[in-house]
């Protein structure tokens, strides 16, 4: 049996810490105890926000409805986190799937969507500005507010063409082997991101607006678990 150094221990639980522990002046986490019941609640959790997000017209509105049905802020409305200075020019493939020419701008707007102060999704976004109004573009420029908020006036819809999942509370093959050892004294670890989207936000007449890569935070479980 291999023995590990005291050194490779205190790394190993500085590393679980991590998992747990909030980005710097956010709220702390509510613990999950580590147990199979709360997997499956987690599981069920994640998956149910998945759907949701899958089906929805817009991320913002699905996250704001989530915010408030479990309660993640005292004002349950998403706003976003503008990160200004970040530039990631559009990929010749993109551009493709935005249905633009090389000639036709394409803008970058990088933000966390954030429901009180914990941050639900965070979120890469190249957009047409040519596809939107004049008030549209000045608001996306100038203010924080979240994309899906500022064109909602366009009726705009989603198509997700990729789905990457970041977390499974169960583990890979869970239905073929015996349940995890329940440990109610201990903590889930919740690891940072849940799962990934990449999709193209279009108008109803089909012509691409933009194309987001997002990513759905453990924030989104920011509350008790049921029972």
């Known amino acids: 049996?291999?023995?590990?150094?005291?050194?490779?221990?205190?790394f190993a639980l500085l590393l679980c810490a991590c998992f747990l522990l909030p980005p710097s002046g956010a709220?702390?986490?509510?613990?999950?105890p580590d147990t199979f019941l709360a997997r499956v609640e987690a599981w069920a959790l994640v998956e149910t926000l998945n759907?949701?997000?899958?089906a929805a017209r817009s991320a913002t509105f699905t996250l704001d409805k989530w915010c408030?049905?479990?309660k993640l802020a005292g004002e349950p409305k998403i706003h976003a986190r503008l990160i200004r200075g970040v530039d990631k020019p559009v990929?010749?493939?993109?551009r493709l799937r935005l249905q633009v020419d090389r000639n036709e701008p394409?803008?970058?707007?990088?933000?966390?969507?954030a429901c009180g102060d914990r941050i639900l999704s965070e979120a890469d976004n190249w957009y047409v500005p040519s596809r939107l109004t004049a008030e549209m573009n000045r608001s996306l420029e100038t203010t924080d507010t979240p994309f899906g908020r500022a064109i909602a006036e366009l009726k705009p819809f989603r198509q997700t063409f990729a789905v990457?999942?970041?977390w499974k509370p169960l583990g890979e093959g869970w239905e073929g082997r015996p349940p995890p050892a329940d440990h109610p004294q201990q903590a889930l670890a919740i690891p940072p991101m849940l799962f990934e989207y990449r999709a193209l936000v279009y108008t109803p007449d089909l012509k691409p607006i933009s194309?987001?890569?997002e990513i759905y935070t453990r924030e989104n479980l920011a509350f008790a678990p049921p029972g």
């Open 68 to 70: 408030a049905d479990h």
């Open 1 to 10: 049996m291999k023995h590990f150094s005291r050194s490779t221990a205190a």
């Open 27 to 32: 709220q702390p986490m509510p613990a999950w």
């Open 106 to 113: 394409v803008k970058f707007r990088q933000v966390e969507l």
């Open 164 to 166: 990457e999942v970041l």
């Open 91 to 94: 990929a010749d493939e993109q």
């Open 51 to 54: 759907a949701t997000l899958l």
């Open 211 to 213: 194309e987001v890569d």
